[in-house]
Nanobody, 123 residues
Framework: QLQLVESGGALVQPGGSLRLSCAAS????????IGWFRQAPGKEREGVSC????????DYADSVKGRFTISRDNAKNTVYLQMNSLKPDDAAVYYC????????????????WGQGTQVTVSS
C-alpha cells in the first residue's frame, strides 16, 4: 500500500516549536518532491513549503519564511518541517504531498497525500 503518514502535530504555545514528519511507505520518497500544505477551519488549503527530490532546492510561503525549515532524509524515507516561533495563525491540519516537482513552494499536482496532523497554537 502506497501512503504518506504525517506525525508530530501537537498543542504548543505561541512562540514554541514543533517538528512535523512525513514518512512514506510502499514507495521511495527520493523519487519525489514533497510539499507541506495546511488547512485551517473555514479556510482553503494553502501551500507552506516544498523541497525537491534531492533536497537541494527549497521554497517557502512568505507567511512562514524565516520560521519554518523543510528538510529530508532520503535514507529514512522521511521529510521534515521544523516550525519555530509558532503563531496562532499557524494552527491548522498539516498535510504532506508527493509530486514530481515543486512549483515554487507548492508541490505540483501531487500524486500522494497524507492524512494530516493537527497543529494547535494556543496559550
Amino acid at each position: 500500500q502506497l501512503q504518506l503518514v504525517e506525525s508530530g502535530g501537537a498543542l504548543v504555545q505561541p512562540g514554541g516549536s514543533l517538528r512535523l514528519s512525513c514518512a512514506a511507505s510502499g514507495f521511495t520518497l527520493d523519487d519525489y518532491a514533497i510539499g507541506w500544505f495546511r488547512q485551517a477551519p473555514g479556510k482553503e488549503r494553502e501551500g507552506v513549503s516544498c523541497i525537491n527530490s534531492s533536497g537541494g532546492s527549497t521554497d517557502y510561503a512568505d507567511s512562514v519564511k524565516g520560521r519554518f525549515t523543510i528538510s529530508r532524509d532520503n535514507a529514512k524515507n522521511t521529510v521534515y518541517l521544523q516550525m519555530n516561533s509558532l503563531k496562532p495563525d499557524d494552527a491548522a491540519v498539516y498535510y504532506c504531498a508527493a509530486a514530481y516537482y515543486c512549483s515554487g513552494y507548492v508541490s505540483y499536482a501531487p500524486a500522494f497525500w497524507g492524512q494530516g496532523t493537527q497543529v494547535t497554537v494556543s496559550s
